[in-house]
């Protein structure tokens, strides 16, 4: 998944969100909707944008689904943002 696509998912409220309660513990997506106030199928579109965009995982066991964070993405997103720096730091 390419570097927009990452930072268009996160530009999300609602993702950054979902984000933060993933950074505890893996939670459900129904554990997730019971957060908002927003319909199943408005947080499965969400859910669905930040797989796609590889921030998060999802395990199967039993009958549900757990969602959890993809930590090596956001060390590549990291990564990135201190290269863009690289040049002034290096001026100091």
Known sequence: MG???TLKAISDPVRRDI???LKEEKKS??????????T???VSYHLS?????????ENKYKNFIYYEL??????????WIYSLGGK?????
């Open 70 to 79: 993809n930590v090596s993405v956001f060390e590549e997103v990291l990564t």
């Open 49 to 57: 944008q930040l797989k796609k965009a590889d921030l998060i995982t």
């Open 40 to 42: 199943g199928a408005t």
């Open 19 to 21: 984000l933060n309660m």
């Open 29 to 38: 997506a129904g554990e997730i909707a019971e957060r908002f106030k927003l």
């Open 3 to 5: 570097m927009s696509e």
């Open 88 to 92: 002034n730091n290096e001026k100091n």
